[in-house]
């Protein structure tokens, strides 16, 4: 069974710009989060998608936005991208979300805003 | 506010030895409680996980011990090996939202 998925793995962008992540998450799961990820703040979750729906949503200004399609798989996206959003950003997925639903990530997306 | 706080930040243990990582919730809510561990480069893998009504929880050298009076839990690795070198993270949850601590570096000494 393939595992999550995100491309592209590195973006180098510059400041002001929009940056769109995608990520395919394992087949059958349903759930989509995605999380940022700093040396100084660790993982941060930025919000978290169920059948098309966003069920959560982290502290991170509305320039971070995601949405999910039919088939499960999701998007992010950065609008007028900031210096301090260079940071590794990772998706999950997992069966249904909760607590029965263990979170498997992909290998991340590097962003470096310049 | 940190909903997780783990500890040590960085730990150095020699080849045999037993690493231990230490992480401290305040939610009582959390039903859940998973390490994961990352490698350079990768994403972070699930390592072992806990429910609150458990103590400790064993799979092959990984242990959890689960304190829920006190709102703490930590993972034993025994017999630590280079491989085991990493950044392992505690993390809690409550439905469908997760809490992540802010993650140990282990060195593993040969």
């Known amino acids: 069974k393939a595992g999550v998925t995100q491309t592209p793995r590195y973006l180098i962008k510059t400041r002001g710009q929009q940056v769109t992540l995608s990520c395919s998450p394992i087949s059958g799961h349903r759930s989509v989060s995605w999380y940022q990820q700093t040396p100084g703040q660790g993982l941060q979750f930025l919000f978290e998608?169920?059948?098309?729906?966003?069920?959560n949503k982290g502290n991170f200004p509305g320039r971070f936005s995601g949405r999910q399609f039919s088939n499960s798989r999701s998007e992010m996206n950065v609008s007028t991208l900031e210096l301090g959003d260079s940071a590794l950003y990772l998706c999950?997925?997992?069966?249904?979300?909760?607590?029965?639903?263990?979170?498997?990530f992909g290998n991340g997306t590097r962003l470096t805003v310049t | 506010q940190q909903q997780v706080k783990q500890s040590p930040q960085s730990l150095i243990v020699q080849k045999g030895g037993i690493s231990i990582i230490n992480c401290a919730y305040e939610?009582?809510?959390?039903?859940?409680f998973p390490w994961y561990q990352q490698f350079p480069g990768k994403g972070p893998a699930l390592l072992i996980a806990?429910?609150?009504?458990?103590s400790e929880k064993k799979e092959g050298r990984f242990t959890i011990s689960f304190n829920k009076s006190a709102k703490q839990f930590s993972l034993h690795i025994m017999d630590s090996q280079p491989g085991d070198s990493a950044t392992y993270f505690c993390?809690?949850?409550?439905?469908?939202?997760?809490?992540f601590g802010s993650g140990t570096k282990l060195n593993v000494k040969p």
């Open positions: 998608y169920f059948s098309e729906t966003q069920r």
């Open positions: 999950a997925s997992s069966l249904a979300g909760g607590s029965n639903s263990p979170l498997h």
């Open positions: 806990i429910r609150p009504d458990v």
């Open positions: 939610n009582t809510a959390f039903d859940y």
């Open positions: 993390a809690a949850s409550n439905f469908n939202k997760f809490y």
